[in-house]
């Protein structure tokens, strides 16, 4: 999907850059490109991709916290210098691990809501927003 995207950017860039009607078709283009843009069912797209990628992205300063928790807790807990030291990194070594995961759900879930909506538009574009 990706591909196809990049694909037709670069096509209607090079369109734009390269054609003789000069800026009269640029603005033609532009004026089209805004009506597509504009259409209820992009925007609701737009609007749906917002909302997602704000709610899977605080999974990640919530893990990011979860784990200062951790290692905090493993830095006071009782034992020797040395004890705590060892109970501290482990709980960082883990606590990395999770926000690892996170930040990689977090990513692959708002890609998976762009691509979606990606596809939602174009199909709505295609209809002509009906």
Request: glycine share 12%; no cysteine.
């Amino acid at each position: 999907m990706r591909g196809k995207v990049g694909l037709v950017i670069g096509l209607g860039a090079g369109y734009v850059l390269g054609t003789r009607a000069g800026r009269e078709r640029y603005e033609q283009i532009k004026t089209q490109a805004a009506k597509v843009w504009n259409l209820d069912p992009v925007q609701q797209q737009v609007g749906k991709v917002k909302d997602f990628a704000k709610s899977s992205v605080m999974a990640l300063p919530n893990a990011l916290w979860d784990g200062a928790v951790k290692v905090t807790k493993a830095a006071s807990s009782r034992g020797t210098a040395g004890q705590k030291i060892d109970a501290a990194v482990s709980a960082g070594k883990a606590s990395v691990d999770d926000v690892a995961k996170a930040a990689d759900t977090s990513k692959n879930a708002v890609k998976n809501a762009a691509d979606d909506a990606i596809d939602d538009i174009a199909d709505a574009a295609g209809r002509g927003g009906s």
